[in-house]
């Protein structure tokens, strides 16, 4: 099991969701689980993955759920909040460098995209 931070619903229009950030060192006092953020659902916007993701790590993610596309513009779903695999790169490199100071390690080789629209899905 693991507990995931998508965003909460609001009435705010900058961003699909409210990424509440908050949560997770509030679950890590009263749970063992893993905690992801998924800051593509959380905000369904591609400019705004990145900076959230950074913000997810340095507030103690154990990991991020995060959309990469080669073409978001023709995706199946959800293109406006997948990265293109450039900007993947670019925020493992970026969350690679912060998680250290926050005290975490970064998992070598399980940083991969997953195509699902490869498959169909």
Same mark, same amino acid.
């Given at each position: 099991?693991?507990?995931?931070?998508?965003? #909460?619903?609001?009435? &705010? $229009?900058?961003?699909?969701?409210?990424? $509440?950030?908050?949560?997770?060192?509030?679950?890590?006092?009263?749970?063992?689980?893993?905690?992801?953020?998924?800051?593509? =659902?959380?905000? +369904?916007?591609? $400019?705004?993955?990145?900076?959230? &993701?950074? /913000?997810?790590?340095? /507030?103690? /993610?154990? +990991?991020?759920?995060?959309? #990469? =596309?080669? =073409?978001?513009?023709?995706?199946?779903?959800?293109?406006? %909040?997948?990265?293109?695999?450039?900007?993947?790169?670019?925020?493992?490199?970026?969350?690679? %460098? @912060?998680?250290? @100071?926050?005290?975490?390690?970064?998992?070598? +080789? #399980? /940083? &991969?995209?997953?195509?699902?629209?490869?498959? +169909?899905?």
């Amino acid at each position: 099991m693991i507990l995931c931070e998508r965003g #909460v619903r609001t009435f &705010a $229009d900058h961003a699909r969701n409210t990424l $509440d950030l908050s949560i997770v060192p509030a679950l890590q006092h009263v749970s063992h689980l893993p905690i992801l953020v998924d800051p593509s =659902h959380g905000t +369904g916007r591609r $400019d705004s993955v990145l900076p959230m &993701a950074r /913000a997810g790590i340095a /507030a103690g /993610a154990d +990991g991020l759920i995060v959309e #990469v =596309h080669n =073409h978001p513009e023709s995706a199946l779903s959800d293109g406006p %909040q997948s990265l293109y695999p450039e900007q993947f790169a670019t925020m493992m490199n970026e969350i690679e %460098q @912060i998680a250290p @100071i926050v005290g975490r390690t970064l998992a070598r +080789g #399980v /940083a &991969a995209p997953v195509a699902a629209e490869a498959s +169909g899905k």
